[in-house]
């Protein structure tokens, strides 16, 4: 997933298999919307293999949201055949790249519109991510995934303890809703960024937006890199109330920290 990032796929993130089946249907809308290919994301194993609740919509409801695409040429028309391919040599690469850039910047607009339409029919609300109680917040820490399950529990434990902590989880990564974000962070004084990936020789992705938007705004926060469950390995409710306590003392550095290896 992440490698695939920077290749002009819009990317959505889902948390459980409710979450999955919803995006599948808004990314169908999406892509040909944008004529941007969307990847509706899920965690293998933990999502993939585990065994939930499902509320499915009727076979019509799905046809009349999707509706039916008109491509301007189509690979099935076979009276007016074309030929596509897959190679792009100077003459044309660089333009359709900046075209495809220019695409992806109004990708968020068309996303919320998107999931408007889908709330309406589903009563199931979207958004560019999710905050689970960060509005005062001073801990708070940011994933994608199926982790934030877990996570969510851990802070509902902490709240009742007293503690001001908070979750937010990405849904749209690509575009990178960064402007929303960063309003969704602004009373947080620590942050921890938990990924299931590694970017090598630098620090993850999700971390690096974070941090480069932070910088940007000129909001001085302080930011802890913490990778996690590579290959779907489990994340524990204590591992991540360990990640709140840390963050809670201060404990914060440049350096990347693995939990559970």
Do not use: C
């Not at 509320?55 to 409801?61: A, P, R, S, V, Y």
């Not at 509902?156 to 989880?169: C, N, S, T």
């Not at 990778?227 to 963050?247: M, N, P, S, T, W």
Request: hydrophobic residues 40%.
């Amino acid at each position: 997933v992440m490698g695939a990032r920077d290749a002009g796929w819009i990317q959505i993130f889902s948390e459980n298999p409710q979450e999955i089946y919803d995006n599948v249907l808004i990314g169908m809308k999406l892509a040909e919307k944008t004529k941007l290919p969307v990847m509706a994301i899920m965690d293998g194993f933990n999502t993939s293999h585990s065994v939930e609740n499902l509320e499915i919509l009727t076979k019509e409801q799905v046809q009349k949201f999707v509706g039916e695409y008109m491509p301007e040429k189509s690979l099935l028309d076979i009276n007016n055949p074309v030929s596509f391919g897959p190679v792009a040599l100077q003459n044309s690469y660089f333009e359709f790249k900046v075209d495809q850039e220019e695409a992806m910047k109004k990708a968020a607009k068309t996303y919320a519109e998107v999931a408007k339409e889908f709330e309406k029919m589903s009563g199931r609300k979207k958004n560019f991510f999710e905050a689970y109680k960060t509005e005062d917040a001073q801990e708070v820490i940011v994933l994608a995934g199926s982790a934030a399950g877990t996570a969510k529990d851990v802070v509902d434990a902490l709240r009742k303890e007293g503690k001001k902590v908070g979750l937010l989880k990405i849904v749209l990564f690509r575009p990178f809703p960064l402007q929303e974000i960063l309003g969704a962070l602004k009373k947080a004084k620590n942050i921890a960024v938990m990924e299931r990936a590694i970017s090598s020789g630098t620090y993850p992705p999700i971390y690096n937006d974070i941090v480069n938007g932070l910088y940007q705004a000129g909001e001085k926060k302080k930011v802890q890199s913490i990778v996690y469950g590579l290959g779907g390995r489990d994340i524990f409710a204590k591992d991540i109330r360990k990640v709140f306590e840390e963050l809670d003392k201060g404990k914060v550095n440049k350096e990347i920290k693995y939990v559970g290896v």
